[in-house]
């Protein structure tokens, strides 16, 4: 148990566009998702966390209004990169909390041209 | 605050020898620690965990105890295979509430024929 899917897995994009990323628990419920980011060959830098019913919290550094979250239900929270441009190209990885263990997605590939 | 050291990688080892990857921690009371594995291109997978002091989690071959008193959670294997070839994350959550993970900064482990 405790899956958390991603899609999509790979996205490629024009500058200036918006891109949503989804996250999803199969078989669990999550009242609290996190979005992390990660460079090539580093650790993650999580982005803020999600929590379903209400606002997500921001950790310091990220910018609210370019990353936008929606957790509308206890198995999908939603990233959108808002106006992406070249620097947002990443990869973007998703989990979800459950029994004191966060149980991550595979990632999404962002590629902005 | 709460922080995870690991050794720097990356580790190269030969098929079948025995795999040590050392992680200490910083955090007050008994965090929950952990390992998650990274294979190439996808998300981070949970390898591994342990809630208290004196615990060993275990899976896949791997092992790792937690250790109070030197405060780590060194992860071990005794005879690797080429499969093994990924980062692994050591990490926290800390004692009492709050559920983000700190991570350590990954070490690349590489298993060569």
């Known amino acids: 148990g405790a899956v958390v899917s991603q899609h999509p897995s790979r996205v490629i994009c024009k500058s200036g566009t918006s891109v949503k990323i989804e996250c999803r628990s199969l078989?669990?419920?999550?009242?609290?998702m996190f979005w992390y980011r990660q460079f090539p060959k580093k650790s993650l830098m999580l982005m803020a966390t999600?929590?379903?019913?209400?606002?997500?919290?921001?950790e310091q550094g990220v910018e609210k209004d370019k990353f936008l979250i929606n957790h509308a239900s206890l198995t999908l929270s939603t990233l959108t990169v808002t106006s992406a441009h070249p620097e947002d190209s990443s990869f973007y990885i998703c989990s979800g909390y459950r029994q004191e263990t966060q149980y991550f997605g595979p990632g999404t590939r962002l590629l902005v041209l | 605050g709460n922080s995870v050291t690991q050794m720097e990688g990356p580790v190269t080892l030969s098929e079948e020898a025995f795999l040590t990857i050392n992680c200490t921690y910083t955090?007050?009371?008994?965090?929950?620690l952990f390992w998650y594995v990274q294979y190439p291109g996808e998300g981070l997978q949970l390898l591994l965990k342990a809630t208290k002091a004196d615990d060993k989690g275990s899976n896949k071959g791997f092992e790792a105890t937690y250790r109070k008193e030197t405060t780590s959670f060194h992860l071990e294997k005794g005879s690797v295979q080429v499969s093994d070839s990924a980062v692994y994350f050591c990490?926290?959550?800390?004692?009492?509430?709050?559920?983000?993970?700190?991570f350590g900064t990954g070490t690349q482990l590489k298993v060569e024929l």
């Open positions: 990490a926290l959550i800390p004692t009492g509430g709050g559920n983000k993970l700190t």
């Open positions: 078989d669990f419920q999550a009242t609290t």
């Open positions: 955090a007050t009371g008994y965090p929950s």
């Open positions: 999600s929590n379903e019913g209400s606002k997500a919290t921001y």
